[in-house]
C-alpha cells in the first residue's frame, strides 16, 4: 500500500501541475477552484454473497479512497458542472474465524472456517484498483464552495491492480495469541479484473455523505456466488 501511497502523491504532483501550467482559452464565466483533490473513508459490505460466509464478515470494513479531479464548469449556469479524474480505490473486507484461500489451485474459491483451531486474531481481504471516475455536480455557492450545498452523481470504471489477504497475531481455538506471525497471500486469479460502479454523494462545503456501488462482481464468473460491493462513508473534497 505504501507504493501504492507514493505513485498517487505522483499523479497528484502531475495533475496540479498541469491544471496550473495548460493553457486555456478565454473565458466568459470565471473558473472556481472546485473539489480537485477528493478523499473518502469507506466502510464496506458484500451484496450476494453466501449467508455462510457472512457470518464470518465483520461489521466494520474500513477502507481509504484517494483521488484527483478536474472540474468543467457549464458555461451557462456554473452551478454545474462535469468532472472527471484518476484515482486509487482500496476495498478491505475482514473477517473473524475464517480465512479465504486465493492462492488455492481449485475452480471454486475456498472461504475456510478456523473457529475450531488456530486462527488470526485480525484477517482481511483486500483489493485495491486504479479508477478513472466520472462526477456530474452541483454546486450551490461557486464563490465560496467552501461554505456551499453539493450534490454529485456518477460513476467509476476500475482495473484491479493488487488483490491479497493478510492475517496478523496467531492465536489458538480459545483465543489465546500463539505468537505474532503475519501471513500475506497475493492472488488475482479468481478476481473480476475490472470493477464499474454507480456512485453519489451530498454534503456541506468540505464535507459530504456518499455511497458506491458496483455493478461488476468482485469474483469471475463461478468461481464465488455473485458479489457486489457496496461502500458508504464520509468524503472529504475541497482545493
Do not use: C
Amino acid at each position: 500500500m505504501r507504493k501504492i501511497s507514493i505513485l498517487l502523491v505522483a499523479i497528484l504532483v502531475s495533475f496540479t501541475a498541469f491544471a496550473q501550467t495548460a493553457p486555456t482559452k478565454a473565458k466568459t464565466v470565471k473558473e472556481k477552484a472546485a473539489d480537485h483533490f477528493m478523499v473518502q473513508l469507506a466502510s464496506n459490505y458484500w451484496s450476494g454473497t453466501d449467508a455462510e460466509v457472512s457470518k464470518y464478515i465483520k461489521g466494520f470494513s474500513r477502507s481509504l479512497n484517494v483521488y484527483a479531479m478536474y472540474d468543467k464548469q457549464f458555461k451557462s449556469n456554473p452551478k454545474f458542472s462535469i468532472a472527471a479524474g484518476i484515482g486509487v480505490g482500496n476495498s478491505n473486507i475482514y473477517f473473524n474465524k475464517m480465512e479465504v484461500r486465493i492462492t488455492a489451485n481449485k475452480p471454486i474459491l475456498p472461504f475456510v472456517r478456523t473457529d475450531t483451531g488456530n486462527n488470526f486474531k485480525k484477517y482481511k481481504l483486500a483489493t485495491t484498483y486504479l479508477e478513472i471516475p466520472l462526477e456530474f455536480r452541483f454546486t450551490s455557492n461557486r464563490d465560496n464552495p467552501n461554505k456551499a450545498v453539493k450534490v454529485a452523481i456518477g460513476g467509476k470504471i476500475g482495473t484491479l491492480i493488487n488483490a491479497h489477504t493478510k492475517g496478523k497475531t496467531l492465536r489458538n481455538a480459545a483465543g489465546t495469541a500463539i505468537n505474532s506471525y503475519t501471513d500475506k497471500e497475493n492472488s488475482k486469479s479468481y478476481f473480476n479484473g475490472t470493477r464499474l460502479s454507480l456512485t453519489g454523494r451530498v454534503g456541506y462545503g468540505l464535507f459530504s455523505l456518499f455511497g458506491s456501488y458496483s455493478i461488476t462482481n468482485v469474483f469471475k464468473d463461478g468461481v464465488a456466488p455473485d458479489t457486489k460491493l457496496i461502500q458508504v462513508g464520509i468524503a472529504f473534497s475541497g482545493l
